[in-house]
């Protein structure tokens, strides 16, 4: 493929933490629409468009598909392709934590299961290394020094390059960046969920963030497509919500929500902008948030998410604007 040599004029590069890795503002998770489930073809044209628009890092896990794992096999073969040359142009992120194989290793946060699905992640997409590997989420039973001393052993092995852990809270957030520190191996991130309609990560996450020095990129900005106009005339044949594998389910999509969408929209408009690309703009709007994880079912909409970016500025009264509507009861 030839790629487009004006691609790193179009996204902001930003500073991860207080580490060395820059990461584009806007990111591509292949969580759906990467699975063996999907067309190959549309999988691949979006992740090369998003590669030729700038967006440098691609976010995977184990589990990704349906079927697990499809998904790290989708972009291994768009990777051997295509993108075979631009390795060293890529930050590819996996993780290991939610159910991949029966048993008792299959998940969790135990030095075995990292380890040994890093080792098939690998596999999959046909690489040495990965650039970043997280612990996909907390882990009540395993002690946090075993997860964050696997982290670390994975580090040092040289088949990760740089830590991070996704969906801990402040409390476990701050013990895990203690641990990895002691051992020489700091948190590069933190992947939390945020977006206008899940505020959790304002009430202390990214404060810590911030002190800490460990860069955040937030998952589902557009809360699975919510954000966006998709769902305004109802529930199109191709959406997540439609399809039977989809995490958004339908009852997902109540007339409260499309109120407050509707809202959105409207004030996007006024703005000059999508609804999708407002929703953008506002995670991007904290010092702390490194980076916007978005999902893309098409060409499109990888286009629209990364436009956002021309305009991330908001006035005090837009803000407000926002907080009213998302707020108000209805
Ligand atoms: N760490 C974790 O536990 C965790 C959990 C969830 C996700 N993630 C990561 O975060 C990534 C993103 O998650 P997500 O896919 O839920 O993010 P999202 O950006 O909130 O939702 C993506 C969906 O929004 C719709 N969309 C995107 N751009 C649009 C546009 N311009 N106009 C209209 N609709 C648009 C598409 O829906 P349609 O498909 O319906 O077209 C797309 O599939 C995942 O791939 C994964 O890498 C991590």
Redesign the pocket.
Known sequence: MISSEERYDNIPYIRCGRSGLKLPQISL?????FGGVDTFENARAVALRAFDLGITHF?LANNYGPPPGSAEETFGKILERDLKAHRDELVISS?AGYLMWPGPYGEWGSRKNLVASLDQSLKRMGLEYVDIFYS??PDPETPLEETMGALDQIVRSGKALYAGI??YNPDRTKRAADILRSLGTPCLIH?P?Y?MFNRWVEEGLLRLLEEEGIGCIV???????LL???YLDGIPS????AKPHGFLKPNAITGEKLDRVRKLNALAEARGQ?L?QMAIAWVLRHRAVTSA??????VT?IE??VAATENLGFTDDELHAIDIILSTSL
């Open positions: 998770g292949l969580w759906h629409n976010d993780k996909h989420r996704s969906s992947q969920s977006s998952f589902s900005p557009l809360a699975q497509g966006t106009d998709r191709d959406s997540r919500a999508k999708a994880l978005v999902g893309a079912s098409s909409q629209e998410c």
